[in-house]
C-alpha cells in the first residue's frame, strides 16, 4: 500500500496550490481519505477529510478556503487550497482510514493508518 503526495511548493499569501494523492495496492474508493498537515514544532492535526460517498469536513481554518475531492476511478484524493495564508505554512499529509465504510470521516490521526510522505507547503506573506 502507498500513498504518494504531490504538489507543494512556495507561494505568497492569498495564492493557491492543489496537492494530489495517488494511492495504489488497495481498493481506497471504500474508504474515508484524508490531507493532514504538521508546522514545526506543532502537532500532525487535521486539515480535511472525504467519505467513500464524498460528503467532506473541514477543519474550521480552512473552510471555505480548502476543498477536497476524489476521483475513485483513478484511485486519487486532491486538496485544492486558495487564499493561502502563513499560517498553512506546513508539511501536508495524505492519508487512508482504517475502516470501510465508516459512517462519518474522523479527525483523530490514529483512524488513518496509511500515509504519504508528506509535501512541504510555504506561504510567504
Known amino acids: 500500500v502507498q500513498l504518494q503526495a504531490s504538489g507543494g511548493g512556495l507561494v505568497q499569501a492569498g495564492g493557491s496550490l492543489r496537492l494530489s494523492c495517488a494511492a495504489s495496492g488497495r481498493t481506497f474508493s471504500r474508504y474515508v481519505m484524508g490531507w493532514f498537515r504538521q508546522a514545526p514544532d506543532k502537532e500532525r492535526e487535521f486539515v480535511a477529510g472525504i467519505s467513500w460517498s464524498g460528503s467532506t469536513y473541514y477543519t474550521d481554518s480552512v473552510k471555505r478556503r480548502f476543498t477536497i475531492s476524489r476521483d475513485n476511478a483513478k484511485n486519487t484524493v486532491s486538496l485544492q487550497m486558495n487564499s493561502l495564508k502563513p499560517e498553512d505554512t506546513a508539511v501536508y499529509y495524505c492519508?487512508?482510514?482504517?475502516?470501510?465504510?465508516?459512517?462519518?470521516?474522523?479527525?483523530?490521526?490514529?483512524?488513518?493508518?496509511?500515509w504519504g510522505q508528506g509535501t512541504q507547503v510555504t506561504v510567504s506573506s
Open positions: 492519508a487512508a482510514d482504517s475502516s470501510p465504510w465508516r459512517t462519518g470521516i474522523p479527525t483523530q490521526k490514529t483512524e488513518y493508518i496509511y
